[in-house]
């Protein structure tokens, strides 16, 4: 499985992003697909998650604000990130199956190369 993250960029407090993450390989063998991001100097955080079913999940600290969708024809995920603050710059990478634990996301076994996104203020 290979995953090939993209859309990162330098944009505005207030401004928004749409981060794509392509999934090539044994697509079938995957169940769910979920974004984490890594500030510089802080743990990595899991942000969102979908289902093949298309159940998603949003981290509270970007609830409202970011929304998860997937496109299955293209094995693609995406990321729609609107009202960007500063502290929303972090590299975000894509993970598969991600699993449920304690209010939290375990990662699954395959990462893509994560995109950075930086948010001016």
């Known amino acids: 499985v290979q995953l090939q993250a993209s859309g990162g960029g330098l944009v505005q407090a207030g401004g928004s992003l749409r981060l794509s993450c392509t999934v090539s390989?044994?697509?079938?063998?995957?169940?769910?697909m979920g974004w984490y991001r890594q500030a510089p100097g802080k743990q990595r955080e899991w942000v969102a998650v979908?289902?093949?079913?298309?159940?998603?999940d949003i981290a509270d600290s970007v609830k409202g604000r970011f929304t998860i969708s997937r496109d299955n024809a293209k094995n693609t995920v995406y990321l729609q990130m609107n009202s960007l603050k500063p502290e929303d710059t972090a590299v975000y990478l894509c993970?598969?199956?991600?699993?449920?634990?304690?209010?939290?996301?375990?990662?699954?076994?395959?990462w893509g190369q994560g995109t950075l996104v930086t948010v001016s203020s």
């Open positions: 993970n598969t199956d991600p699993t449920p634990l304690l209010g939290l996301y375990v990662p699954g076994d395959y």
């Open positions: 390989g044994r697509t079938s063998s995957i169940n769910a």
């Open positions: 979908i289902t093949n079913d298309g159940i998603t």
